[in-house]
């Protein structure tokens, strides 16, 4: 069981490009969300799903864009990479349990934009 | 617009003791309160969750209070050791079954035990 998998784990963009953060997760949650990570600031959610072919978007998705066709994957898109979006990138994914939903969360990407 | 306030930033104890890390949340709509724990390099890794409906809820060394009326929880890691060194974040959510749930993080406590 690989759980949460990212890829990749490093990554530097120039300003303006695009690229798409991967994220896969084989325990058949229905529920996946991408998290940015920066100092002080805890992690913000950006988009998240709650099965496959729905998405909405979370606290910061300005610039970001994600889909879901299978419950398996759940990729984000960088747009138009900017320095602000320099940071660390967490995908999660849940399923209702206990009475709550305990996420999963993969080991990050760590993005610079220069 | 910060939700969830967690304090300390940073906590430095000795081997043995008790750290204390506070969160204060301020949607009453929160019905789900979960704990992650950090280290360098990884993920967040599920510690340990709470509901409203009670008041204390203990795993091995880690125990959660909460006080509804206050609108506060907390997280004591008894008899701490340094393998316990990590950030810590406080998160709430509204956890319902057919909706989903967008969790809400605190600013994360990253904790020190000394040897």
């Known amino acids: 069981n690989a759980g949460v998998t990212q890829t990749p784990k490093f990554q530097v963009l120039k300003t303006g490009q695009s690229m798409t953060l991967q994220c896969a997760q084989d325990?058949?949650?229905?529920?996946m969300s991408w998290y940015r990570q920066d100092p002080g600031m805890g992690l913000r959610l950006i988009h998240y799903?709650?099965?496959?072919?729905?998405?909405d978007q979370g606290e910061v998705p300005n610039g970001y864009n994600v889909s879901r066709s299978t419950t398996e994957d759940f990729p984000l898109r960088l747009l138009s990479a900017a320095p602000s979006q320099t940071s660390v990138y967490f995908c999660a994914s849940s399923t209702f349990s206990l009475g709550g939903y305990g996420y999963t969360f993969g080991s990050g990407t760590r993005l610079t934009v220069v | 617009q910060q939700q969830v306030k967690q304090s300390p930033q940073s906590l430095i104890v000795q081997k043995g003791g008790i750290p204390i890390i506070n969160c204060a949340y301020e949607?009453?709509?929160?019905?789900?309160f979960p704990w992650y724990q950090q280290f360098p390099g990884k993920g967040p890794a599920l510690l340990i969750a709470?509901?409203?409906?009670?008041s204390e809820k203990k795993e091995g060394r880690f125990t959660i209070s909460f006080n509804k009326s206050a609108k506060q929880f907390s997280l004591h890691i008894m008899d701490s050791q340094p393998g316990d060194s990590a950030t810590y974040f406080c998160a709430a959510s509204v956890g319902e079954e057919t909706s989903g749930s967008r969790l809400t993080f605190g600013e994360g406590t990253q904790l020190t035990v000394n040897p």
């Open positions: 325990m058949n949650h229905e529920y």
């Open positions: 949607n009453t709509a929160f019905d789900y």
């Open positions: 709470i509901r409203p409906d009670v």
């Open positions: 799903s709650v099965g496959a072919g729905i998405t």
